[in-house]
């Protein structure tokens, strides 16, 4: 099994207590985590909180987004030592962009920037 597949089939939920420990460590809050996800996915809190419950995979995680979000493409630099706007996998760029954003909101950066508004 490649690396790939291994997060395809990874939870969501598993994943999701170390996007807030990670926000939360740099003063940053479990609703500006949410803004994030909901901004990137297009889940509300009741959708968000379901693949929570359901312990999601990511595959799944997001192929039953609502909407993701038409400004992913703003969305570049390298997280874990690759450039996220190169990576072919969608599955696997959609998660790293994930990573990216709540990377950003560690390091401080504004809603705003982050929501590349």
């Known amino acids: 099994m490649n690396n790939n597949s291994r997060v395809y089939k990874m939870s969501f939920a598993g994943v999701y207590p170390h996007y807030i420990a990670k926000a939360e460590k740099k003063g940053r809050s479990r609703s500006e985590v949410h803004e994030i996800i909901f901004w990137l996915t297009g889940y509300n809190e009741e959708t968000l909180q379901y693949h929570i419950n359901n312990?999601?995979?990511?595959?799944?995680f997001?192929?039953?987004?609502?909407?993701?979000n038409p400004n992913v493409s703003k969305i570049t630099g390298v997280?874990?030592?690759?450039r996220v706007e190169e990576i072919e996998d969608k599955l696997i760029q959609q998660v790293r962009y994930l990573d990216k954003l709540i990377?950003?909101?560690?390091?401080?950066?504004?809603?705003d920037?982050?929501?590349?508004?």
């Open 55 to 60: 312990k999601t995979n990511f595959e799944d």
């Open 62 to 68: 997001f192929s039953q987004a609502p909407q993701m």
């Open 79 to 82: 997280i874990c030592g690759y």
């Open 103 to 111: 990377d950003e909101l560690a390091k401080g950066k504004t809603m």
């Open 113 to 117: 920037k982050i929501l590349r508004k």
